[in-house]
């Protein structure tokens, strides 16, 4: 059997064009399986470090029913990822206000009725790197909107604040 036949084929199977973009497409493969296997640990040469935290979690102008439904104790997911985002350790509830203008042009903070404005704060597991905080497999970062559920209520707050606890 020769190395290359008549037609060009080596072995008789192959072209030599076609072997080049077989070897190609595998090399495009492995650097990106090993590409995308560094960002799944942190990415390469970064430290990660699983520590709890606290993110308080902010809902603007909700209903009785749902700020009553959100009570201490209760388990908190992720709704993309349906992972363990923590538990919430605290609420604060407060009347809904909003800024407007009397008859007479003067500035007022008035309060919305039925609505409430609530703080819930949620402790759970994070992992840590020097650029990231992602807890219930997704980036947390202040401004950020994160739908949220319990068993019973899901809902959409914006991430109001981080703090990392200190053991």
């Known amino acids: 059997?020769?190395?290359?036949?008549?037609?060009?084929?080596?072995?008789?199977?192959?072209?030599?064009?076609?072997?080049?973009?077989?070897?190609?497409?595998?090399?495009v493969a492995f650097a990106g399986y090993k590409y995308i296997g560094s960002k799944g640990n942190g990415g390469a040469g970064s430290n990660v470090s699983d520590q709890k935290v606290?993110?308080?979690?902010?809902?603007s102008g909700v209903r009785?029913?749902?700020?009553?439904?959100?009570?201490?104790?209760?388990?908190?997911?992720?709704?993309?990822?349906?992972?363990?985002?923590?538990?919430?350790v605290d609420k604060?509830?407060?009347?809904?206000?909003?800024?407007?203008?009397?008859?007479?042009?003067?500035?007022?903070?008035?309060e919305v009725p039925n609505k409430y404005d609530v703080i819930i704060t949620v402790e759970g597991d994070a992992s840590i790197t020097a650029d990231d905080i992602t807890m219930g497999n997704k980036i947390i970062k202040i401004g950020n909107l994160m739908r949220i559920k319990t068993q019973i209520v899901e809902t959409v707050p914006v991430i109001y604040g981080i703090d990392i606890v200190e053991d």
Request: aromatic fraction near 8%; charge should be neutral; avoid cysteine.
């Open 54 to 59: 606290e993110v308080q979690l902010y809902l």
């Open 1 to 27: 059997m020769k190395f290359r036949n008549d037609k060009g084929k080596i072995f008789g199977v192959i072209h030599y064009f076609d072997l080049l973009v077989l070897l190609l497409v595998l090399v």
């Open 64 to 88: 009785n029913v749902t700020s009553d439904n959100l009570n201490v104790g209760d388990v908190i997911k992720v709704v993309e990822t349906n992972k363990i985002l923590g538990t919430i």
């Open 92 to 110: 604060t509830v407060s009347n809904k206000k909003m800024d407007s203008v009397d008859g007479k042009g003067n500035y007022v903070e008035s």
